[in-house]
């Protein structure tokens, strides 16, 4: 089966740097996808792996080791608004999708 | 705003019914992609259409059935409802490069 694992709940101060993991076990992997999602809100892309390594968007980055089965996603100078739930997802060999429950991170002053 | 329309924006009916929503993805995008998001069992995929053919099919149930059209619109056609269909939908349009846009969402009520 599909499997993909990471922390439910994350809480983290404004300004601090916060990593987000993910572990996944696939049958098949085409990419490994980040979203971030507002309570109440529809998802919003955040970022996009298919190779290993590190892909960095603005405060945003995030790295895949395909070997491992394994990504994070890593936040810097957190702000109040990053509070939010984080979903990890795999696409798997017949381009499906898989996602982890999400991580609810918490952003305090 | 993604650029992503989905309509309705919520609805309310009753078991055993049948209902459509309808996505409209963003001007160039030909990916358009169907979820569903449940509180307990939070996003899943159901499918995936690319330029009016089918390209990738997740959890989606037999009595659910999608399409997308020549104007690249698509519509998830949800029959026989049930109360464990109640959830929110969200259709994204997505680019070669794997970006995704999600629409509003609609919300489904089943009573």
């Known amino acids: 089966g599909q499997n993909i694992d990471q922390p439910t709940e994350m809480t983290a101060t404004e300004g601090a740097i916060v990593q987000i993991n993910c572990t996944y076990q696939t049958s098949g992997f085409n990419g490994l996808f980040w979203y971030q999602q507002h309570a109440g809100e529809a998802p919003t892309f955040l970022s996009y792996?298919?190779?290993?390594g590190l892909e960095e968007k603005g405060r945003f980055s995030s790295f895949l080791s395909r070997s491992k089965g394994y990504s994070y996603l890593l936040l810097k100078e957190l702000q109040m608004k990053d509070s939010a739930s984080y979903l990890c997802?795999?696409?798997?060999?017949?381009?499906?999708?898989?996602f982890g429950t999400g991580t609810s991170l918490t952003v305090i002053p | 705003d993604s650029g992503v329309t989905q309509t309705p924006k919520h609805l309310i009916t009753a078991t055993g019914q049948r209902v459509t929503l309808r996505c409209s993805p963003r001007s160039g995008d030909l990916s358009v992609y169907w979820y569903q998001q449940s509180l307990d069992q939070g996003l899943q995929f159901l499918i995936q259409?690319?330029?009016?053919?089918?390209?990738a099919k997740g959890n989606i149930l037999e009595r659910f059935s999608a399409q997308q059209f020549p104007d690249l619109h698509s519509e998830l056609n949800l029959s026989s409802l049930e109360l464990g269909d109640s959830a929110l939908y969200f259709c994204a349009s997505g680019t070669p490069g794997g970006e995704q846009f999600f629409g509003p969402g609609t919300r489904l009520t089943v009573l």
């Open positions: 792996n298919v190779l290993d």
């Open positions: 259409y690319y330029n009016g053919e089918e390209r």
């Open positions: 997802a795999v696409r798997g060999a017949g381009n499906q999708f898989y």
